[in-house]
Structures are given as structure tokens and as C-alpha cells.
């Protein structure tokens, strides 16, 4: 089977830097994927690593360690609009068909205070 | 952009109703999805669609079925609702290994938020 782990919740001030971390077990581990959802709003998309190392986008960064089957999702310079709940998500690909298929983990509730 | 739209934002069914949650999308993607989010859980997939009237079971599709006729629909359909079925659905689409986001990010509709009482 599959299963990922993320923390439940983060609290952090406005300016400062918070990493999520997504540990995942998986037979067919082919990608690593982040959405951000606000509340009452649809999971978007931020990022999708594919292979060792950090991606940078603005002031986020994706990070993957296939090795140790793990990632993390950095926020720098946390500004208020980055409350949010995070996702990770990974392609288990076990079937070309399955190409498009990704397992989500439980979120990660980011609170950010003044 | 990439719009997918659900038919309704929020519905009231009484147990024993079938259940019809519809869901569009405009970018002639390959592929759907039906998940159901529910607090602490994430989102589960129900069922996956990578092609018009192809369809694969996902982690939860007990008590679920789906339809996808044209490229562009996907219903879920909940052939006799319970009340543990209560919860916000979710449809997604991308594209297949060809396209150009490779399928890589799922774009999501705004969500139905069902109740069963």
C-alpha cells in the first residue's frame, strides 16, 4: 500500500520561514506534488518534483529526496495570506494508465499570526 | 484558464436518494477525478477517469458510481445516499503524459458540499 505523513499544524509569525515536511511510502514513487487550499476554496497547485533536489517558485520551495522517500515544502517571508492548509501528493505509478494519479496526504493547517 | 465547474455548490438529499454530482471541464483534458475531503482525512479519491467511458475505482468508491460519456463530463453518482456520505466532493481534471503539464497538476472545481440528512 501507500501512506504519507505530514504534520497536522504549523504556527508561525508574519516574516518568519516554515517548512513542511511529507514522508511517504509508496511500491511505484514517481513524483512528489504540493497544493495549497484555503478555506472554502479548491486545492491549487504549486509545485511537482520529479527529481532530487529544490525547486525554487517565488517565495516557496519544493524539495525532494527520493532516497529517503521524503520532501518538504519551504514558505519564506510567511505573509497572512499564506493561512492555509498544504498538500502534499504522490504519483504511484503502477499502470500508464494511472499516469494522472496522485495520492493525497492529510494537510498541513498553517496558521499565521501578526 | 482552466475552468472546471460542479453543478451545484451545496445540496440536502434525504437517505435512500440517488444522487447525481455533475462536473465540467473546458480544456479537452484526458483525465477526472472524484475526490471527497473530509476533515483530517485530506482528499480520497473515489474514482479516475483517463479516458471517455474509462474508469478505475480509487480508495473509497463504495456506494459510488460514475458516468463519463464525453470528454468533458464526469458525474458521480450516489446510487442511494447515506449520511455517511455527508461531506465536500470534489472534481479535478489534468491532462495525460502528452499534454503539455503532463498531467503533473490536477486543477480543481469549487466543490459540492452535500448533506444527507
Known amino acids: 500500500g501507500q501512506s504519507l505523513e505530514q504534520p497536522s499544524e504549523v504556527t508561525a509569525v508574519e516574516g518568519a520561514i516554515v517548512q513542511i515536511n511529507c514522508t511517504y511510502q509508496?511500491?511505484?514513487?514517481?513524483?512528489l506534488s504540493w497544493y495549497q487550499q484555503h478555506d472554502g476554496g479548491a486545492p491549487t497547485f504549486l509545485s511537482y518534483n520529479a527529481l532530487d533536489g529544490l525547486e525554487e517558485t517565488g517565495r516557496f520551495s519544493s524539495f525532494l529526496s527520493r532516497s529517503d522517500s521524503y520532501g518538504y515544502l519551504l514558505l519564506q517571508e510567511l505573509q497572512m495570506k499564506d493561512s492555509a492548509s498544504y498538500f502534499c501528493?504522490?504519483?504511484?505509478?503502477?499502470?500508464?494508465?494511472?499516469?494522472?494519479?496522485?495520492?493525497f496526504g492529510a494537510g498541513t493547517q498553517v496558521v499565521v499570526t501578526p | 484558464d482552466v475552468k472546471v465547474t460542479q453543478s451545484s455548490r451545496y445540496l440536502v438529499k434525504r437517505t435512500g436518494e440517488k444522487v447525481f454530482l455533475e462536473c465540467v471541464q473546458d480544456m479537452d483534458h484526458e483525465n477526472m477525478f472524484w475526490y471527497r475531503q473530509d476533515p483530517g482525512l485530506g482528499l480520497r479519491l473515489i474514482y479516475f477517469s483517463y479516458d471517455v467511458k474509462m474508469k478505475e475505482k480509487g480508495d473509497i468508491p463504495e456506494g459510488y458510481s460514475v458516468s463519463r460519456e464525453k470528454k468533458e463530463r464526469f458525474s458521480l453518482i450516489l446510487e442511494s445516499a447515506s449520511t455517511n456520505q455527508t461531506s465536500m466532493y470534489l472534481c479535478a481534471s489534468s491532462d495525460g503524459p502528452g499534454g503539455s503539464g503532463r498531467g503533473n497538476e490536477q486543477f480543481f472545481g469549487p466543490g459540492t458540499r452535500l448533506t444527507v440528512l
Open positions: 509508496t511500491s511505484g514513487f514517481y513524483g
Open positions: 501528493a504522490v504519483r504511484d505509478l503502477r499502470r500508464t494508465d494511472s499516469w494522472g494519479k496522485f495520492q
